[in-house]
């Protein structure tokens, strides 16, 4: 798969239509994605598991809500640690720019946003990180399924910002991420949770 085709760090946002309960209003963040299928995390789906109850080493440069994410249904007892890290990524232009490839612990996934070794001693990303969310589990397409999704109309493919890995307000990110788009899918915004008490 060519580097144009691949959406790895864009934004998949679920269409109104999409019928699967795991992903009803999720804004799901593509880790990676080429010939062998993609992953990517559920940004918006807080638990009520905190941090510190799982990582707690990792758990004073976890961002507000201090929580775990479901990040998709598959290794639901797996942790996804992805984490922003200001000044990577672009430059003052807010054009992509070839950076090193940051602190020792953190991968670079797109721009600013990269993954963390959760092995890794926090001290060594802590004065880096801008932000960082813990997810548990993951969402995973196998080869062409993601594809054959896209065509049937479940997902919008958006550009994520760095923000959006760490909203303070999860709840109202689905909507958040449709209102900034400059075309018609801002007004799918204001699509109402139940369409039937209209």
């Known amino acids: 798969m060519s580097e144009v085709s691949s959406l790895t760090g864009r934004l998949?946002?679920?269409?109104?239509?999409?019928?699967?309960?795991?992903?009803?209003r999720a804004v799901v963040l593509l880790?990676?994605?080429?010939?062998?299928?993609?992953?990517?995390?559920i940004l918006n789906r807080?638990?009520?598991?905190?941090?510190?109850?799982?990582?707690?080493?990792?758990?004073a440069l976890a961002g507000e809500p201090?929580?775990?994410?479901?990040?998709?249904?598959?290794?639901?007892?797996?942790?996804?640690?992805?984490?922003?890290v200001p000044g990577e990524g672009s430059d003052k232009t807010g054009a992509s720019?070839?950076?090193?490839?940051?602190?020792?612990?953190?991968?670079?996934?797109h721009g600013a946003i990269g993954l963390v070794?959760?092995?890794?001693?926090?001290?060594?990303?802590?004065?880096?990180?801008?932000?960082?969310?813990?997810?548990?589990?993951?969402a995973?397409?196998?080869?062409?399924?993601?594809e054959d999704e896209l065509v049937e109309g479940a997902w919008y493919v958006v550009e994520s910002e760095p923000g959006d890995?760490?909203?303070?307000?999860?709840?109202?990110?689905?909507?958040?991420v449709l209102r900034r788009q400059r075309n018609e899918l801002a007004m799918v915004a204001t699509y109402p949770d139940d369409p039937s008490l209209n």
């Open 12 to 24: 998949l946002v679920a269409t109104p239509a999409l019928a699967d309960p795991n992903f009803d």
């Open 31 to 41: 880790l990676d994605h080429d010939e062998e299928g993609s992953l990517g995390v």
């Open 46 to 59: 807080p638990t009520p598991v905190g941090v510190a109850d799982i990582l707690e080493s990792w758990a």
């Open 66 to 84: 201090g929580v775990v994410f479901q990040g998709g249904p598959v290794s639901l007892d797996s942790a996804l640690g992805v984490a922003v």
């Open 97 to 109: 720019a070839a950076v090193g490839d940051g602190p020792l612990g953190w991968r670079r996934v």
């Open 117 to 138: 070794d959760l092995e890794a001693p926090p001290e060594l990303l802590a004065a880096a990180l801008g932000s960082l969310r813990i997810f548990a589990g993951y």
């Open 140 to 146: 995973g397409w196998g080869p062409g399924q993601l």
């Open 165 to 176: 890995v760490s909203s303070p307000d999860p709840s109202q990110l689905w909507r958040a």
